[in-house]
């Protein structure tokens, strides 16, 4: 069953239900309650669902001190956000992927650990907020299904090859990696992949007044929020830290030279117009880092196999290992990782802040020459084994790995839109009139 009808069967079953109790007029009044906004391949979005996630995000906005836009932006704004992970939302049920119970709670834990919380605290606060905290689960269940989603698809797009690393390691570029990072939001006007010229100079004017508004003393924040068409517009803009080398090496350029609260002027990127705000600048004093090589196989559950069967597999196959037989050769045979299941799942020298925290927890609670237990992240189930330990300076192999981690995080953040656009341009989207 789609999911389309399931949510349309629950939607009729509410409004027979209605019909039930209510009298004829009553009945027609709670019809016109809800209603279907938009079309989405299998999925419908309903008012409601607008409605209310308008409501949620605008709280957050004026929470971050910013100025809300015009309603009818913010709500624009806010269907776009939808329909995008309405659209993801579909991929990863067709590709099998899900979040478990156990994964999200875990990550909720460390959600309200961050805050100072237990988790039972944590959800007595959001329902003293007054949140639905089972509503509130299933929104950041949503999220992290996302999030797995973008992993998934964009990271098989991706390939580095040695040429690339040597070239990055004799470029200007690797000189400074490492040694600063900066907080960055932006606004991005989009262009779609095939752009004729009447778009490009829209866009471009767009842009430029933007710009303008920027100089005049506007918010970046609320122009973000009002204007751009990047997935993070609704959060002000927001990059986050970023080191230079993981942007495109156009925008990478435009930083060079800004002070903290400066922008940069419309830079024009395949996917369209940026302006970059870099709110702050920091120093990465490298010092001795603790590093593990260590080799992983990777079960993700998918149609044909349930999360109890992929969790039954992995089992098996830590046996056979602890029987002998070799790592690699049975990662070259079930790992689903792609990067790493080719070479025998040999993830070389890692170190902490590189891998999920179910990971990095295994890893180094697992001594030298040991397998793993059997355990869950949100990609799925995990074996690995370490191999040895070290200590160690900006070594040139630790050099490669960064230059090699760089370039992919470049290429991520690139092929993230990329994939985003034509996940858009090709889904069947109708928005209903009247909204």
């Known amino acids: 069953m789609t999911i389309f009808k399931r949510r349309l069967q629950r939607g009729l079953g509410t409004l027979v239900a209605l019909g039930c109790l209510l009298s004829p007029i009553s009945f027609v009044q709670a019809q016109q309650l809800d209603r279907i ?35 009818d932006i913010l709500q624009q704004q ?5 329909i ?47 949140q639905d905290y089972a509503q509130a689960r299933e929104e950041f269940r ?31 570029a690797a000189q400074s990696q490492g040694q600063s990072e900066y907080l960055l939001s932006n606004i991005l006007i989009a262009l779609p992949s095939q752009a004729s ?16 508004q920027l100089q005049q003393g506007a918010n970046f924040s609320e122009l973000a929020v009002s204007a751009s068409n990047a997935p993070n517009a609704l959060n002000g803009g927001d990059l986050g830290w970023r080191n230079q080398n993981e942007l495109p090496e156009t925008l990478g350029n435009a930083l060079r030279g800004l002070t903290a609260g400066q922008y940069t002027p419309p830079i024009r990127t395949p996917g369209g117009f940026h302006i970059l705000l870099l709110r702050e600048q920091r120093g990465d004093a490298l010092a001795l880092i603790e590093q593990t090589r260590v080799s992983h196989i990777l079960l993700i559950p998918n149609e044909i196999r349930s999360p109890a069967q992929t969790r039954s597999l992995a ?14 050769v049975l990662a070259r045979r079930y790992s689903d990782d792609p990067g790493s299941g080719s070479q025998g799942g040999d993830l070389g020298w890692t170190q902490n802040g590189q891998m999920v925290p179910e990971f990095e927890q295994v890893m180094n609670s697992t001594a030298p020459g040991q397998i793993s237990e059997v355990f869950e992240s949100r ?26 981690n ?13 994939w985003l656009r034509e996940l858009r341009s090709q889904a069947y989207v109708e928005i209903k009139a009247g909204r």
């Not at 979040?99 to 834990?109: G, V």
């Not at 460390?110 to 039972?120: C, F, P, T």
């Not at 196959?317 to 037989?325: A, C, D, P, V």
């Open 37 to 71: 906004i938009a079309l989405v391949n299998d999925d419908i979005i309903m008012e409601s669902e607008l409605r209310r996630r308008t409501e949620l995000i605008a709280e957050q906005i004026v929470a971050r001190g910013v100025q809300l836009p015009p309603r």
């Open 78 to 82: 806010v269907l776009e956000r939808l």
């Open 84 to 130: 995008l992970d309405s659209i993801q939302t579909q991929v990863a049920e067709l590709q099998g992927l899900r979040i478990s119970d156990r994964q999200l709670n875990e990550a909720m834990e460390n959600i309200a650990a961050q805050n100072g919380m237990s988790l039972d605290e944590f959800r007595q606060a959001l329902m003293a907020e007054g």
């Open 142 to 172: 949503r999220e992290m299904l996302v999030a797995q989603v973008q992993q998934s698809n964009v990271n098989r797009r991706i390939q580095v090859s040695e040429q690339e690393v040597r070239n990055f390691l004799n470029s200007e």
């Open 197 to 212: 010229p009447q778009m490009i100079q829209e866009a471009e004017r767009k842009a430029q007044e933007v710009y303008q």
């Open 315 to 328: 089992e098996d196959l830590r046996t056979r290992l602890l029987e002998g037989q070799p790592f690699d």
């Open 379 to 404: 990609f799925g189930w995990h074996i690995l084994t370490v191999f040895e330990r070290r200590t160690q300076d900006m070594t040139n192999e630790m050099r490669e790995n960064m230059a090699r």
């Open 406 to 418: 760089t370039i992919r995080q470049r290429k991520y953040n690139e092929e993230l839109d990329n």
